[in-house]
Nanobody
Framework: QVQLVESGGGLVQAGGSLRLSCAAS????????MGWFRQAPGKEREFVAG????????SYADSVKGRFTASRDNAKNTVYLQMNSLKPDDTAVYYC???????????????????WGQGTQVTVSS
């Protein structure tokens, strides 16, 4: 089991930027593909971005493509989500998650993830 703790959320004006961090502990972090998801009030949790276990591959939801960038530093056991050109529709609680099983491909399906952080709130004002 990988333990995950997100940080970096906050209140930002539309057009601004934030960088979320997700620190991992427990099992070997570098063996796991990671994902970022978000959940807005009254909505289902949705995929935002994913990054492969080696960090060479990424995937993004259409709604954030070109604005968000996922990265990881396996030496620091940390995955990041750089969010630029933020919009009010980006307001949500953001979660990082580790895929079930090692050396798996990126997934957009929440059921494929076995470990979740507690979430960090991102609020974008208009």
């Amino acid at each position: 089991q990988v333990q995950l703790v997100e940080s970096g959320g906050g209140l930002v004006q539309a057009g601004g930027s934030l960088r979320l961090s997700c620190a991992a502990s427990g099992r070997t972090f570098s063996n796991y593909a990671m994902g970022w998801f978000r959940q807005a009030p009254g909505k289902e949790r949705e995929f935002v971005a994913g990054i492969s276990w080696h960090g060479f591959s990424t995937s993004y939801a259409d709604s954030v493509k070109g604005r968000f960038t996922a990265s990881r530093d396996n030496a620091k056991n940390t995955v990041y989500l750089q969010m630029n050109s933020l919009k009010p529709d980006d307001t949500a609680v953001y979660y990082c998650a580790a895929r079930l099983g090692t050396y798996q491909s990126i997934s957009t399906y929440p059921g494929d993830f076995g470990s979740w952080g507690q979430g960090t709130q991102v609020t974008v004002s208009s």
